[in-house]
């Protein structure tokens, strides 16, 4: 028999990281797709009429880390395609913050999919 997702998700699981908790359902978020790889949730201060996280359920650092799967780096920009889709018109910007200097406040790596309205070039 497999793993069920709460049991996957503790392979690669802080206790202390708000994403690894929202991932495990102690926190609540608002979910716009899950599937057996990554969750994508609404962020709680947008910053684009469509802001939503696409976080993966393992566990790393940022970006640098994700790379070492890239895999799993196509199926986060896939997944964030597809909410820009539903979401809005399917155009969209995909941003991920990497150490603290770049703005990355959690350090569980996610990407920022904004999409909805124009989106000028120079800002967020």
Do not use: W, Y
Not at 34 to 60: G, K, T
Not at 63 to 88: F, I
Not at 97 to 120: C, D, I, S
Request: proline fraction near 5%; aromatic fraction near 4%.
């Amino acid at each position: 028999m497999g793993m069920s997702v709460n049991e996957h998700d503790t392979l690669r699981h802080d206790p202390e990281c708000i994403f690894c908790r929202i991932i495990a359902g102690q926190i609540p978020s608002e979910r716009v797709h899950e599937d057996d790889r990554v969750i994508a949730f609404r962020d709680l201060h947008p910053q684009a009429p469509v802001h939503v996280l696409v976080v993966p359920r393992d566990h790393s650092r940022d970006v640098t880390e994700l790379a070492a799967d890239p895999q799993l780096l196509a199926h986060v920009t896939t997944v964030a395609g597809k909410v820009a889709s539903e979401l809005a018109d399917g155009d969209f910007r995909l941003i991920f913050n990497t150490g603290a200097g770049a703005g990355q406040t959690v350090f569980h790596v996610h990407a920022h999919v904004l999409a909805g309205g124009k989106l000028a070039e120079g800002e967020l």
